[in-house]
């Protein structure tokens, strides 16, 4: 497990401090209204499609690259007779 969690107590109470603070901050009690709602999920189903769009795009990058290293391997292999 990683140890860059472990706190020590002076840092326990320094976070306690602050998360205190932070909830004592005021708050707005009025809700967004319909409209806002509406925006922003639309917002995050444009970014969901663009991400499923994109999604075969990211996965064929690499095996595209390595086709290609493989192709330029091969290709410098069978012309080496040919350059001695």
């Known amino acids: ?3 860059w969690f472990d706190l020590a107590e002076s840092e326990e109470r320094a ?3 602050f998360m205190a603070r932070v909830a004592a901050l005021p708050t707005t ?3 967004p209204d319909a409209v806002q709602l509406w925006l922003k999920a639309q917002l995050l ?3 969901d499609a663009e991400r499923r769009a994109q999604l075969p795009l990211d996965v064929m990058q690499p095996i595209e690259i390595a086709a290609g290293l493989a ?4 290709l410098l292999y ?3 007779p040919r350059l001695f």
């Open 29 to 31: 009690a009025t809700a």
């Open 15 to 17: 976070v306690a401090a």
């Open 45 to 47: 189903r444009r970014w």
């Open 1 to 3: 497990m990683t140890t």
């Open 78 to 80: 069978l012309s080496l």
């Open 71 to 74: 192709a330029a391997a091969l």
